[in-house]
């Protein structure tokens, strides 16, 4: 049941004045429940309970969190179909969307429960002590990774689901061993709610500590900048705007104890079309990047909102077939009237930019809320020369550039900011002979996508959901597959340690049976 209050740790809470509500974009009103805001107290008590429940988290075994994940997993299941319906009243995306990032969502749970029974991601080391070595006898160290504290989680207004409660960053960390504090999105707070109940359900069932989790209501920035600053918090996780994460990202490093802020931003993932692959299959790619780019509102992190092609005929026909594939599909309904009106105004500046022309047209204007997709088209040399060009438009856009050699192309890539994910598509024999393309993207992107679109992210161990700024804060890690739980963990060494006061991933007898680096060999074994 849905309560609007917030949970401060296994209580319910709602001491706040503020209050206000979701909204249903598709059928363009108010949806019911009323929220009750967190107040400065009710967030201090959940910073409270935290930084306490960390102190006996951070050592539960490996089992004992893996089951309380798996237990999350299943509550969520046990939601049913009130899961679905309130996150279609609070996003206006359809119940097939709604049932397969709920699958995605207890899936990654179910993955990081794995990720922890293996063990190996510690990554324990052990150098042992060679005293007779002279002139300086060696120590014996040894090294593992340990969880940082209490972490905030910013839900993400795009995926109710996989990227917010009980999402990545969520399961990652509470994998980690750290407690988790969510500042719950406010486009969808009901949905956040059932979540939020369903994973203090689970904490009760595992006997987990008070205050492992917490969810907090907030209509504005406000809760949000006193989590990142409260002490207690030592990382934040967030999915959203370039302007947030930013904004998060300096209230971090402001702070008395700087802490990391992980944030997934902006994106407008370059796809590099080769003339081979217009001259096999120009009109396939042409379908294939309409749906994509229309692709749930285009509301897509992965969205293609630029495409790069050398100038020629071939180039011409792929230009019109987009238009005309694209203008063939169904406008769908914006998140919400916010990211409505951003897109609309995102658009609007994109067509008002000197050597633009749309290459897609209605003659139908769409329901309200409905983003109407477009698709402009310009010279190599204008985009190159027009920072406004290069800035996403989130929504259901892209700008296909038309550019004069490779030279030319590989040069826009060089001066594009850093994206979560480039596309080639060509044969192979093609794209070995444009190396200087390939190193161009390459160094630009988390992911280099070769023949497909780069809509979807599969949950692997080898996925890589990062990029240079501005697509992440920090390149070297993702948010998406098991390692996006090396975010909330740091390395600890242990030199002349007592054997028997070790963990026990350290321990002569590698009780764990873990794999572990010792003396520069990878190895299962004991010492």
């Known amino acids: 049941m849905i309560t609007g209050k917030n949970y401060i740790g296994n209580k319910q809470s709602g001491k706040g004045s503020k209050k206000y509500k979701t909204f249903n974009p598709e059928l363009n009103l108010e949806n019911k429940w009323t929220f009750f805001e967190a107040t400065e107290e009710e967030l201090n008590e959940a910073a409270k309970l935290a930084s306490e429940a960390f102190e006996s988290y951070r050592n539960f075994t490996a089992e004992r969190k893996a089951g309380f994940l798996r237990v999350i997993a299943d509550e969520i299941e046990a939601l049913g179909d009130v899961l679905i319906e309130s996150y279609c009243l609070e996003s206006g995306l359809p119940e097939g969307r709604a049932k397969g990032e709920r699958g995605r969502t207890v899936g990654q749970l179910r993955t990081f429960a794995n990720t922890l029974e293996d063990g190996s991601w510690v990554e324990a080391s052990i ?315 390459g160094s630009r992107v988390g992911r280099i996508i070769f023949n497909g679109v780069p809509t979807g992210v599969e949950v692997c161990p080898s996925m890589v959901h990062g990029g240079p700024f501005p697509a992440s804060t920090d390149s070297r890690f993702t948010a998406v597959g098991p390692y996006a739980i090396k975010r909330w963990v740091r390395p600890v060494a242990f030199q002349n340690w007592p054997r028997d006061l070790l963990p026990s991933a350290l321990r002569d007898e590698n009780p764990l049976q873990i794999l572990r680096l010792v003396n520069g060999v990878y190895t299962n074994a004991a010492l």
């Open 127 to 441: 150098d042992t002590a060679l005293p007779e070595r002279t002139p300086v006898p060696k120590p014996d160290i040894r090294k593992m990774l340990f969880p940082m504290g209490p972490v905030a989680v910013f839900g993400s207004s795009n995926f109710p689901l996989a990227y917010s409660t009980a999402g990545g960053d969520t399961a990652s960390a509470l994998a980690a061993g750290c407690p988790v504090i969510v500042k719950s999105h406010p486009m969808h707070a009901g949905t956040g709610e059932l979540v939020a109940s369903a994973i203090l359900n689970a904490a009760k069932k595992t006997a987990m500590p008070n205050g492992v989790f917490s969810n907090l209501n907030s209509s504005g920035i406000e809760v949000g900048q006193q989590l990142v600053k409260h002490p207690v918090i030592k990382a934040v996780g967030f999915t959203g705007s370039i302007k947030g994460g930013t904004a998060l990202y300096k209230l971090a490093n402001e702070r008395p104890e700087p802490i990391p802020v992980f944030a997934e931003m902006g994106s407008i993932n370059p796809v590099v079309v080769l003339p081979s692959a217009l001259e096999e299959k120009g009109n396939y790619w042409a379908e294939q990047y309409a749906a994509s780019i229309m692709l749930g509102a285009g509301q897509f992190c992965t969205n293609p909102g630029l495409i790069l092609g050398l100038k020629s005929k071939t180039l011409d026909t792929f230009i019109s077939s987009l238009g005309k594939e694209i203008a063939k599909l169904e406008p769908s309904c914006m998140l919400h009237p916010n990211i409505y009106g951003n897109y609309e105004q995102g658009k609007q500046t994109a067509v008002a930019q000197a050597g633009t022309r749309s290459i897609t047209a209605f003659e139908t204007e769409p329901q309200p809320y409905f983003a109407q997709q477009l698709v402009l088209t310009t010279e190599g040399e204008n985009f190159l020369e027009n920072p406004k060009l290069h800035q996403e438009v989130f929504g259901p856009f892209s700008i296909v550039v038309q550019c004069e050699d490779s030279d030319e192309l590989t040069n826009i890539l060089k001066h594009l900011e850093g994206q979560l994910t480039g596309t080639i598509l060509g044969n192979q024999e093609e794209v070995s002979n444009h190396e200087n393309i390939v190193a161009a993207l």
